[in-house]
């Protein structure tokens, strides 16, 4: 079936270090990539989404771009700061066939910015 | 505009009582979630609804009801809750759109059973 996986952290960096947090995507289909964000004690919010293949994801310093050749939507800021630490979930739904309409998610990196 | 709304935000129980929480969204979508999260585990879907009056099972359905009031609304219920029910829930929206395929979420509901 359709899965995600991302790298386990937990991930600890410096302040203004480079960012990459790694994920590969399994689909029968056409599925939309997202990225989600979760500060600590609270809900769930996008960070970013590609619709389709080489689309370029963008938000507060992060992006990902949709690599269907490798599978892959990798996430990277170019200098972290300590207001980034919290848990990152890759996911994907399908756009049509497979499970479509629903979510799945990777298990989520948390990272750890220290000043 | 407020989104997806759930309640309550912290709630404990004891072994074999039950309880439901509520969710409602304002943003006029068609498919509405319950999501768990567990440490280590993500997020897993309990039960979705892709429209109104449907409702169909995800991955962990075992031990929870559903009922989709109307559009906007989604409750989840524990008819007899057990601590492995101990967890974080969230409810979650989406308009069936080809071009907008975001699942927007709720703030999450803090839930122990004892």
């Known amino acids: 079936g359709d899965s995600v996986t991302q790298m386990e952290g937990p991930v600890t960096l410096s302040e203004e270090a480079f960012l990459t947090i790694n994920c590969t995507y399994t689909?029968?289909?056409?599925?939309?990539l997202f990225w989600y964000v979760q500060y600590p004690g609270e809900g769930l919010q996008l960070l970013l989404k590609a619709t389709k293949a080489d689309d370029k994801g963008s938000n507060k310093g992060f992006e990902a771009t949709y690599r269907k050749e490798t599978t892959s939507f990798h996430l990277e800021k170019g200098s972290v700061q300590v207001s980034d630490s919290a848990v990152y979930f890759c996911?994907?739904?399908?756009?049509?066939?497979?499970?479509?309409?629903?979510?799945?998610f990777g298990k989520g990196t948390k990272l750890s910015v220290k000043p | 505009n407020a989104g997806v709304t759930q309640t309550p935000k912290f709630q404990v129980l004891k072994t074999g009582q039950s309880m439901t929480l509520q969710c409602a969204q304002d943003?006029?979508?068609?498919?509405m979630y319950w999501y768990r999260q567990d440490p280590g585990m993500g997020l897993r879907l309990i039960y979705y609804s892709a429209s109104e009056g449907t409702t169909d099972k995800g991955e962990v359905p075992n031990g929870y009801n559903v009922s989709r009031l109307n559009k906007r609304e989604f409750s989840l219920r524990l008819e007899s809750a057990a601590p492995s029910q101990t967890s974080v829930y969230f409810c979650?929206?989406?308009?069936?759109?080809?071009?907008?395929?975001?699942?927007?979420f709720g703030e999450g509901s803090w839930l122990t059973v004892v």
């Open positions: 689909a029968t289909g056409y599925p939309s």
């Open positions: 979650a929206s989406r308009i069936r759109d080809r071009e907008e395929n975001t699942i927007y």
């Open positions: 943003m006029n979508h068609n498919s």
């Open positions: 996911a994907l739904i399908m756009n049509y066939g497979g499970s479509q309409g629903n979510l799945i």
